[in-house]
């Protein structure tokens, strides 16, 4: 054995010296850093398959949820180097997202909900949009969990440029998913609660409390979601989970699974201001052995909504259970108790949903569905009169895991399926056609999503897997009693055992769910056109403009002066402050801060940022550049005077 791995060790030298990387005599031997650092020959291999030498980049991009930081995570895969975070429903003074520049205020302020301005989010499911099934690398979608909003960030500038608040949940989760054309990006709730912002007694849980799956229409031309051509469909107070758009056989239709099908409130402990003595909600949501899948006739709802059957609540068309069933259009499947998502296969054809309790996953057969619903063959109805399908007749089979089965993600093989379990510590990798699993890797620790490479589309790529871990516990330098999360790469090329390559510290938030795209779908700008901003300030116009107390002040930036240096204004003077950067040169990005005023821009080269605000201080204030953008970057000031 000794010998064996000696002999392969020895031919990684080998090779590496015919590449020339040992010439000189004086260089480090692999075999002295090996022994000074304590690495394995297996160590050695996974250094090579994901070491990125310099000038060189990643072959796919991932595309985390950044979870309490309200922001997404992008970063390259196989070196796992993290690339940007991408400032969505909370202010980043770096990106000079809601620091004073009017566009970023006024996206920031489109996700307030009743009126009120919430400054950060929960983000869980971030989509990439899709064109036949595939990724297409123009947008990003991204939920928040805590409140109920969508936002859109275009790949263009990879900045957010739309928030979208849901009208009628309290709650979500089950979004953002995409419809394989992106017509539509889905948004389930998660704890019901009535669609109106009106008081209801938890004693009329049953009546009034809802569930809802969202339909938001999504222009690509305008790059916007058209909240106007967007609709609800009512669902029964289940807690709704994560859901899945249709594609191929199965495009037209939409999936969500739920949890607490028993409908029970809580009043477990001491203290209870309603209810007493009862059962912990994780009891009483669990008691029965089955919660329900819902089958949603996205198609139907469409035409439904455009016939204008619909009810509109807090100003959004919201389309009722019993319209849908009378439709045929809403349907329900036992699925194992508490389970967490429904992922569908590459061909549209086969539905994995994994019961959180159950060591199995259950595979359904959307064809034994659709047959089931074609004959109107029902197992019965449920109390809000949504027809049954028989849970036995609609599987294809069901597999034994592990334990805590949660997501899957899908292979370039086919029939190829890769499932997390959280109680486990592990990623299977199973055969969803011939229902048996054939390995598991271990992982660290209680992995929650994974995402392989386009591993939710038409065409996965297989190759790597990332498992996205909750708990890193030892695997990295202590930094006090809050860890980072832990994504770990992990080599899922066929006709080898999976093996875990990299272990990457995340310490921004708790991301759920990513996704994988390969790195040269996408396509951004390298620098804005000016023209694209009419606030923009032309060389040679700079000025300073006053009207009554409204203060103009246009100013250009350029390597290394601002534009007029010096504005004197008086005290209670409004000011609007338009600062173009002429640079034309990649990565020369300009700052603009104003002492007192809390304002920070990032003038990329090309950009024009307005700044609004009252003056309404006395006193002298410098503005600089905040970026280290040339060797006279400290000279890259001016002041504001502001006269009592
Ligand atoms: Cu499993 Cu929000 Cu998709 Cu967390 S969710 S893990
Ligand atoms: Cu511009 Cu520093």
């Known amino acids: 054995m000794v010998k064996k791995m000696r002999n392969s060790f020895q031919l990684?030298?080998?090779?590496?010296?015919?590449?020339?990387?040992?010439?000189?005599?004086?260089?480090?031997?692999?075999?002295?850093?090996?022994?000074?650092?304590?690495?394995?020959?297996?160590?050695?291999?996974?250094?090579?398959?994901?070491?990125?030498?310099?000038?060189?980049?990643?072959?796919?991009?991932?595309?985390?949820?950044?979870?309490?930081?309200?922001?997404?995570?992008?970063?390259?895969?196989?070196?796992?180097?993290?690339?940007?975070?991408?400032?969505?429903?909370?202010?980043?003074?770096?990106?000079?997202?809601?620091?004073?520049?009017?566009?970023?205020?006024?996206?920031?302020?489109?996700?307030?909900?009743?009126?009120?301005?919430?400054?950060?989010?929960?983000?869980h499911h971030p989509a990439i949009s899709e064109t036949n099934g595939e990724y297409d690398g123009q947008y990003l979608f991204i939920n928040d969990k805590a409140n109920p909003r969508v936002a859109v960030i275009d790949l263009k500038t990879f900045s957010t440029v739309q928030i979208v608040p849901n009208p009628i949940m309290k709650s979500e989760h089950g979004a953002a998913f995409v419809t394989p054309n992106t017509e539509y990006i889905i948004e389930a709730s998660q704890y019901p609660a009535p669609f109106t912002n009106d008081y209801v007694p938890l004693e009329e849980f049953n009546e009034k409390y809802r569930g809802a799956m969202t339909m938001w229409k999504f222009s690509r031309k305008k790059g916007k979601i058209l909240p106007d051509n967007s609709f609800s469909v009512e669902l029964p107070p289940y807690a709704q989970d994560l859901s899945d758009a249709g594609k191929k056989i199965s495009e037209g239709w939409v999936f969500t699974n739920s949890f607490n099908s028993e409908r029970y409130i809580g009043g477990f402990g001491p203290g209870n201001t309603k209810f007493k003595d009862r059962l912990p909600h994780e009891a009483g949501m669990s008691s029965k052995d089955t919660d329900y899948l819902h089958m949603i006739n996205l198609k139907t709802a469409e035409k439904l909504f455009k016939e204008g059957k619909y009810t509109m609540i807090n100003d959004h068309a919201v389309i009722s259970i019993e319209t849908m069933v009378a439709n045929d259009a809403l349907f329900l499947i036992p699925e194992p108790k508490s389970p967490h998502g429904v992922m569908i296969d590459p061909t549209g054809q086969y539905l994995t949903v994994s019961g959180k309790l159950d060591t199995h996953v259950s595979v359904y057969d959307f064809n034994k569905m659709m047959k089931l619903i074609e004959g109107k063959t029902y197992d019965g109805k449920d109390p809000y009169d949504i027809p049954?399908?028989?849970?036995?007749?609609?599987?294809?089979?069901?597999?034994?895991?592990?334990?805590?089965?949660?997501?899957?993600?899908?292979?370039?093989?086919?029939?190829?399926?890769?499932?997390?379990?959280?109680?486990?510590?592990?990623?299977?990798?199973?055969?969803?056609?011939?229902?048996?699993?054939?390995?598991?890797?271990?992982?660290?620790?209680?992995?929650?999503?994974?995402?392989?490479?386009?591993?939710?589309?038409?065409?996965?790529?297989?190759?790597?897997?990332?498992?996205?871990?909750?708990?890193?516990?030892?695997?990295?330098?202590?930094?006090?009693?809050?860890?980072?999360?832990?994504?770990?790469?992990?080599?899922?090329?066929?006709?080898?055992?999976?093996?875990?390559?990299?272990?990457?510290?995340?310490?921004?938030?708790?991301?759920?769910?990513?996704?994988?795209?390969?790195?040269?779908?996408?396509?951004?700008?390298?620098?804005?056109?000016?023209?694209?901003?009419?606030?923009?300030?032309?060389?040679?116009?700079?000025?300073?403009?006053?009207?009554?107390?409204?203060?103009?002040?246009?100013?250009?930036?350029?390597?290394?002066?601002?534009?007029?240096?010096?504005?004197?204004?008086?005290?209670?003077?409004?000011?609007?402050?338009?600062?173009?950067?002429?640079?034309?040169?990649?990565?020369?990005?300009?700052?603009?801060?104003?002492?007192?005023?809390?304002?920070?821009?990032?003038?990329?080269?090309?950009?024009?940022?307005?700044?609004?605000f009252t003056a309404d201080k006395s006193g002298v204030f410098p503005f600089y550049c905040t970026e280290f953008c040339s060797a006279l970057h400290l000279e890259m000031m001016g002041y504001l005077l502001v006269k009592p």
């Open 12 to 123: 990684i030298l080998i090779s590496m010296m015919v590449m020339g990387l040992c010439a000189a005599s004086h260089a480090q031997s692999l075999e002295e850093v090996m022994k000074a650092r304590g690495l394995s020959q297996e160590d050695i291999l996974a250094a090579a398959k994901t070491y990125t030498p310099t000038g060189k980049i990643d072959e796919y991009v991932v595309f985390s949820s950044g979870g309490q930081s309200g922001q997404v995570i992008v970063y390259g895969v196989p070196s796992m180097r993290i690339l940007k975070y991408i400032a969505v429903f909370t202010p980043e003074p770096w990106q000079g997202y809601g620091y004073g520049d009017v566009e970023s205020m006024a996206i920031l302020d489109q996700g307030r909900i009743r009126g009120r301005k919430i400054t950060w989010g929960d983000t």
């Open 388 to 612: 049954i399908l028989s849970m036995q007749e609609s599987l294809h089979g069901q597999v034994e895991l592990g334990l805590g089965p949660l997501h899957t993600q899908y292979d370039k093989e086919k029939g190829i399926a890769y499932t997390s379990l959280f109680v486990d510590s592990a990623i299977a990798r199973w055969d969803f056609l011939n229902l048996k699993l054939i390995e598991k890797v271990p992982i660290h620790y209680n992995v929650g999503h994974l995402v392989s490479a386009e591993g939710d589309t038409v065409s996965p790529d297989g190759k790597y897997l990332v498992a996205l871990n909750k708990l890193a516990i030892d695997r990295f330098q202590q930094v006090g009693p809050l860890h980072p999360q832990n994504h770990q790469l992990i080599d899922i090329s066929a006709g080898r055992p999976m093996s875990v390559i990299y272990d990457m510290p995340l310490p921004l938030g708790e991301p759920h769910y990513a996704v994988m795209i390969k790195a040269d779908k996408l396509k951004p700008i390298k620098r804005f056109k000016q023209k694209w901003f009419k606030n923009r300030v032309k060389p040679g116009r700079e000025s300073v403009i006053r009207e009554g107390n409204k203060v103009t002040v246009n100013t250009t930036i350029i390597r290394s002066h601002y534009s007029p240096e010096i504005i004197e204004v008086n005290v209670g003077d409004e000011i609007t402050w338009n600062v173009t950067n002429l640079e034309r040169a990649q990565d020369e990005t300009h700052g603009f801060t104003v002492d007192l005023y809390n304002i920070n821009g990032s003038l990329e080269p090309g950009e024009t940022n307005t700044f609004k």
